[in-house]
């Protein structure tokens, strides 16, 4: 089991910046998995945001977030975060870190990942 848990969801202005941050415990091996940001705005779906392989060396991005966002992970801290910057009001949601074991490709699709945080609000005003 791993248990993931959001923090770092704030009210910003259009143009500003946050970083996300996904701690996960339990009894496994943190490096071993895939890890994923998605995020749901309301009345919408659950949308991928970024993902990143189990070793770091792969990452995609969704093309609504390409080079505002980046993804990275400290596999010594069991810790996943999301630099978002020249955030914009479309942006707005909740976003939930995910996690599976291994590296499938579908990084997109919310159905791959076993593992769930409860979210953190993001909110960006115009």
């Known amino acids: 089991q791993v248990q993931l848990v959001e923090s770092g969801g704030d009210s910003v202005q259009a143009g500003g910046s946050l970083r996300l941050s996904c701690v996960a415990s339990g009894h496994t091996i943190y490096s071993r998995y895939s890890l994923g940001w998605f995020r749901q705005a309301p009345g919408k779906e659950r949308e991928a945001v970024a993902a990143?392989?189990?070793?770091?060396?792969?990452?995609d991005f969704a093309d609504s977030v390409k080079g505002r966002f980046t993804i990275s992970r400290d596999n010594a801290k069991n810790t996943l975060y999301l630099q978002m910057n020249r955030l914009k009001p479309e942006d707005t949601g909740v976003y939930y870190c995910?996690?599976?074991?291994?590296?499938?490709?579908?990084?997109?699709?919310?159905?791959?990942?076993?593992?769930w945080g409860q979210g953190t609000q993001v909110t960006v005003s115009s």
């Open positions: 995910a996690a599976r074991l291994g590296y499938s490709g579908r990084w997109y699709d919310p159905a791959d990942f076993t593992y």
């Open positions: 990143i392989a189990p070793e770091g060396r792969v990452t």
